[in-house]
């Protein structure tokens, strides 16, 4: 894997890049659909390509438990089993042990986890997660981090912290393919000097990028806001940076201008399923009796396949009758809704006026988000 | 509507035609996928064309409840609502107001039925049907019928018979718009005597189609096939015969070999839905153990995207994590496998030799039937 770096914003840490993996290239800053279990749900490969997404996530603990990673590899590995043959990144994992709370331990040679499938028990460690997903075949695989949950004292984060340094050195030394990268993972909850230590203890590991874990799992938009900007700047500059599993479009738009390359969240996909419709004013819920008869699309201003083909009323009448057209004519609108995003952040960060998009994204984000509110209150999502 | 007789097998009752409507060809003997909300369930409609379907089927009785006909109309007909510019068949809701047993009632003026969504009271009659396809602006519209259970008495069959024949008077009285055609349907339940008479009633009022109705409805399938033969060659060479709601593979072969030019059913789509993987051999029950490991695509001699980019063990995948793009690729390829049959029908027909692609065809179904059934046995259904 290689990492170009192509344009950096004069007036904030925004990156223009390329990654350059076997599979095909990924232009930076970029939104990673969500495929966990070998499926970006509801979604044709070819229809995903069509959004302009370069690359998307599997997941290596789901992967491994169903249906095997042995099996993916007898078939060809993930890109032919799922047929997506461009970039792939795989999570470890991390994230899914530490969301099953009672049902896993968390020691030092690695965790032992009941599955959440049919409670079976499975032991991964640091080596076992780096030589499943060298299995599946990734081209970008994640180190196997310990995220805890907020809040934590900072006792209980220093340790997860220390953990996730050695889980680092043992990933690193397991990996054992040149045609696939390995990312190290930051952890230090929401203290921002262990957030400091755990970029330099990373780093000086030495990994293909970096990613900050550990963050949107419950603490306050600003606490989050505060830890990825104390974080991204440390990490090296010729390596890109990956913040993972966030976030709404306003973080996107705010962790680029701090230096972010990439990101992953099922936000787009999972409110597509829950008939909840981004555009670049208010949100659209689309099963609200407000939509029975509107002939307009969901966004005007989308390109998307659904909003040049299809009613809000069409869209509604799915949604309420249980359609599975629903699900895929919104996840449709939705990831190209992100993807067209990343497109506008590349675009603003070549032309050297990021600063002034965020501005007035945020802005204009904020006044949307009022009038969409109004929905909430309603109680009709 | 006009329906061009081009050839007929010299064999037997088979007849290669067109049927030409304002939003194109339909190419006869023809499988109209069902798309009963206004969505043939999962698929696109540029999936539904590129599986060379010239027609579906779209139903009266949803589309009045939900999401109202008017609806429908003000946002440009039912081919804009729902982005299909192709030819649409609308069902009456007879079969559908039949299936509410308790819920409705049935009087010679029309029938009061509640509906399955919210419980609400309607009222439908041979008038109000024809009206609400001509609003809907389908391109073949269907009478209302009386389509009885079965078993039925002699005298119950003759007294939905006689009614039906009324309700067909009624409902070409108040057909209007000559884009759209109108067909008959002929009831008769398994009383080859009353077939007969129902086909001479519904021939002598005279309509752009004839429809063959209250079949598979329960009987078993000798008497449906005798009644089939008695009824298909008595009604008007000269227009489109169309089997309803009917079948299995086999069942359209032998009712295109007496003479039937159109079908509609849910059986590829319902069991694509529910793993249920039509091939030319056995049928694959897909979440079945045996094809975990399985890389060859569901059936090899498949035309289709998902028995091209494939394999049974990521569809058995998909299907036993709860995936809706198993539903999407499973009914692809059923629907391209009834498809590609009415191809291969066509072709037999033009080239003269149907009697013999015929018992090919049951010879060859029979045989893989004995192997499909063992899995039914295992109960891994």
Redo the contacts between chains.
Sequence with gaps: MEFRRIAKDPGCGARLGKIVTPHGDVRTPAFMPVGT???V????PEQIRSLEADIILGNTYHLYL??GHR?IA???GLHR???WPHPILTDSGGFQIYSLGALRRIAEEGVTFQSHIDGSTHFLSPETVVEIQETLGSDIMMCLDECIAYPATREEVERALARTARWGERCKKTHNNPEQALFGIIQGGVYPDLRRRGAEEMSSIGFDGYAIGGLSVGEPKALMLENLAATAPLLPEERPRYLMGVGTPEDLVEAVFHGIDMFDCVMPTRSARNGLLFTNGEKVVIKNARY??D?SPVDSECDCYTCQ???R??L???Y??G???A???NTIHNLRHYLRLMERIREAIREGRYPDFRNRFLRERTAGAVEGGADAVTGER
């Design positions: 279990q070998g499926t749900k509801a979604l044709l169903r249906p099996l007898a078939l060809g089993f799922m047929n029975r008869e002939g083909n299809y009613s009323a069409y509604r009448h799915l309420v009758s359609e599975i057209l699900m895929v004519l």
